[in-house]
Nanobody, 122 residues
Framework: VQLQASGGGLVQPGESLRLSCASSGRTFFMGWFRQAPGKEREFVAAVNMRGGRSYYADSVQGRFTISRDNARNTVYLQMNRLTPEDTAVYYC???????????????????WGQGTQVTVSS
């Protein structure tokens, strides 16, 4: 499985961005992580591609929405009300065998995209 992420950019605080991640094959779970300079990679959101249930980090709950298009093997991350604290490289991830208790752990995902930079600055 290969993942191709896109959609990052430079925006001002309060603005929105939408990230996309296309998978070369069908996967059961897809998610987004982010990594800011000097920090560990952290969970942002994930979705069960079959049932559609979504999971969010507390820091983005209510501002970010993850959605899926199974026909295109693609997930989207709609990011609203962005703040400078959201600045990071965003990575798309996927896996077929993770257990739900590990869905927020980077080590649970076998497949990773190349990352896309999101910068929120005035």
């Amino acid at each position: 499985v290969q993942l191709q992420a896109s959609g990052g950019g430079l925006v001002q605080p309060g603005e929105s961005l939408r990230l996309s991640c296309a998978s070369s094959g069908r996967t059961f779970f897809m998610g987004w992580f982010r990594q800011a300079p000097g920090k560990e990679r952290e969970f942002v959101a994930a979705v069960n591609m079959r049932g559609g249930r979504s999971y969010y980090a507390d820091s983005v709950q209510g501002r970010f929405t993850i959605s899926r298009d199974n026909a295109r093997n693609t997930v989207y991350l709609q990011m609203n009300r962005l703040t400078p604290e959201d600045t990071a490289v965003y990575y798309c991830a996927a896996d077929n065998t993770l257990i739900l208790t590990s869905i927020r752990s980077p080590s649970a995902y076998d497949y990773w995209g190349q990352g896309t930079q999101v910068t929120v600055s005035s």
